[in-house]
């Protein structure tokens, strides 16, 4: 906007000095011109126009030529740089340079600005430093990059600062920046020779130090320092004063001065000095002046070596005089032949034997003979290999008695290694080891005993240091079992465990944890519950001894409390077990028992007499079903259900299971389609029994969570190799549907996904639970895949041995529904004598009923020795049932007893077989293979169903010779 408004003035300003000019102009020219106002007026213009014209070149030529003097001067000012210069560009392209530039890198070539790139002439890993600022510097800013290696001309490596500053006053522009090169290499070069004196010096044992003529300190050595225990900044450039005691700082003033005034060496022997990091210290030093180049003294230097070890070896040497003359245990020195140069007053006491009768021999005078060759060879083996032995050894004293030492025997040598002396000290422990035998003896026998108990043993001193453990203890601890070790501190053992994650408690409440543990341990008696790594739980007992012993005991009672938790879960798992059986059977019980009430009032019209017995039959065969869950859920849980393997064919088997909920499939106007999705004619083996338990479950559930649509039960093979197959059976409904977040309560007993279900639909949430136990036992899975409002598909796979396939393959109607009508129901039973043994009147009014109804002839027995009497009776054929119906638990004969004898005496007189159908209440797998061994045809519990009785008459009745009777 300013460079604007500063055109316009310029271009006014113009404007009015060419009309200045045409005012001057000849005014002859002007009156010769046409009387046009409008043709003078534009002749006006015209040359005010050209006389601007003109003026502004007038301006653009001094530009111009002011350009150039300052371009001159830029060059003039560019090449005589005293340092190095460079033009680039953003991308490295040399723009420019000057001569010293040129000369040093050779960055001027035959296309300055089109192949010479600054970057080549970086050293290693340098160009990406140097570019980022290069690219990033704006215009009529600055910028510097340090220590930058360039390589020149001649291929050397010299370190340069690099100043930047970028010419272009438009960023957007192609932008040029000015670098100017300052030469660091003779400074680093300077920079490192201190770096390698300072070095030298600090290399140095000897504490190097120098100071002025005033006493500041001018350097000091790392092994100056170190003997002070102080930093360099706390030394260079302060006096001595400031940092040494006041004694030190005489010193070392005092012995400078002499220096300074003598201008000769000054050598110290021996200075003993407090102020340094070891305590006092005895220096031998040297001191001797420093001159500058002229000769002139300008300060002190000294150089101190620690010569404390030496002294204290000097007097060690008369301690240890001392030492030998006076020392307890028996001392020998001797040659490297073993010859005996010195022994001191306690060898003389100890062997009897005299330095004068003993100089000059070998050792082996006080050879015993009780040692093997073998002894003494490892005795020497050890001496020979590494200059030390010690042992027990038993010796023989001048009057010729046997005693035992304990002795160490040392080989002396001087520094160049060669062997000097023997020496041989050795204490008399003839009593101390028989002492230490007998303590042996009771600690082998205490041990013994610790390690028959059960429980975990331990003892720490008194100083609370481990001392020993019996294996026991070692097993429970194996994480730690390493650092059971004598003299192994109690605190640290139990610190590092709970760091290798020994103590599963102590996890996430370390410190907690150790504060209550070593409490216990510190207390008498205490008592404390603990869990390892490895599950077990031990209870901690420790007790203090009088010696100030701790004995502690560990007694794994993991197997107690698991039987605790396991009575406590039980007892949990009991009360709520109670709690909903309690709930599932009042429920259908409180609807017999009402609608049996309401029954007995007087004026029950026919309609609500059915529909009050539609009420008890349901809640009745709600009750019947939540006792077979029960049943086979207490069967699964005690690992008590056995499968039975039999050929089935999986179509029918769809087909009758859809059969059976028929009708509640068209309560609820639903259709039902039975899908096998397989080979017609296609048989397997298994348990068809519990496979139609499973898919009466799902298919159970999904009717009555549907209210309208469809149910489909589908089968097909999902894998099949050799004689194995993988069957799935699967049932999709169009009901409400399960929530994502409910899914995981599914298969789990007595659980449904909330409680408005529960209240809704009812249900003891048994059936997924056994579906879940029965496909895990037969080695397969379960599934479920659903959404809210759209429906549930539940699925189970489970192996099957396949068979041969018997028939033609074609494909079996997928959405044909199933006939929920067939022909089979309608054909009418043949008539029958049916003989009923049971002993509970209201069973005989129910079945007797329910066989009347069908057509039946019926007879009633009251025992099994009742119905083994009417076979046995029998004046002839026509007197026999056609079939029975034997109860199992019977007065006077029990039913198994009963058909034992049936069957015996039909083999005796050789009548035909009679069917035999056991009708028992007792419902477990055990009591169903029992009543089969004895010989009954089929298995039917109560309450049966009049559908299921009906069914397996057709069935047996079939398969028997018709017999005329009397009254049919």
Known sequence: MESTTQNSERLLRLKQRAKAVLDQADAGRIAGMPDNVEALQLLEDLRIYQIELELQNDELRAAQQDAEVLRGRYHSLFARLPIPAIVIDTNGIVDDANELADKLLGVLGPNVGLDVRLWKRLGNGERGRLHRVVRDVLPGQTASVPKVVFVTIDGQERVFDVSLMCLSIDYKLDRRVLLTLVDQTAEIAREQDRLFYELLLDSSDSSIYAADKHGQMLLANQSCLHMWGLPREAVVGHKREEFLPLRDAILHNETDHKVLSSGEVLTLEEQTFAATQRGELDLFTRKFPLRDRSGTIYGVAGISTDITVLKDQQRQALLSEAVFMGAQESIVVTDPQTRIIRVNPAFVKQTGFSL??????????????????????????????????????????????????????????????????????????????????????????????????????????????????????????????????????????????????????????????????????????????????????????????????????????????HATQDAQAANVAKSRFLATMSHEIRTPMNGILGIAQLLMAPEVTEDTRRHYARTILASGQTLLTLLNDVLDLAKIEAGKLQFDTIVFDPHALLQEVCMLFSGAADAKHLQLHGVWNGSAGRRFQGDSYRLRQMISNLLGNAIKFSHQGQVRVECHVVDESEDVALLEWAVTDTGIGIAPEKLDLLFQPFTQTDSSTTREYGGSGLGLSIVEHLARLMGGEVGVESEVGKGSRFWFRVPVRALPNGGETRNVNPEAPVQLRGDIAEIPLPKARILVAEDNPVNCLVIVSMLQAMGMQVDVVADGQQAVDVFQHAKQDSDLPDLVLMDVQMPVMDGCTAVEWIRAWEATTGKSRTAILALTADAFEEDRRRCLAVGMDDFLTKPVAVGVLKESLRKWLAALPRIPHDDQ
């Open 356 to 561: 004068e009768t003993v100089r000059g021999h070998k050792t082996n005078v006080l050879k015993s003979g009780q040692q093997s060759r073998e002894f003494y060879q490892t005795m020497w083996q050890s001496l020979n290999t590494v200059d030390h032995w010690s042992g027990e050894i038993q010796n023989r004293r001048a009057n010729g008695s046997l005693y035992i030492v304990w002795a160490n025997i040392s080989a002396m040598h001087d520094e160049d290694g060669k062997l000097l002396h023997y020496v041989g000290i050795s204490l008399d422990i003839t009593e101390h080891h028989r002492a230490r035998k007998e303590l042996q003896r009771i600690e082998t026998l205490l041990r013994a005993a610790i390690d028959t108990v059960d429980e975990a043993f331990v003892l720490f001193d008194a100083q609370d240091r481990f001392v020993f453990c019996n294996d026991k203890y070692r097993e429970l601890y194996a994480t730690s079992a390493d650092l059971f070790v004598p003299g192994a501190d109690f605190e640290s053992i139990v610190r590092e465990g709970v760091r290798r994650g020994q103590y599963k408690d102590a996890v996430g409440r370390e410190e907690e944890w150790l504060d209550q543990r070593f409490a216990v341990h510190r207390g008498d008696g205490e008592k404390m519950e603990v869990e390892l790594d490895t599950g077990r739980i031990l209870r901690v007992i420790e007790r203090k001894m009088p010696d100030g012993h701790t004995a502690g005991f560990r007694v794994d009672i993991t197997d107690l409390v």
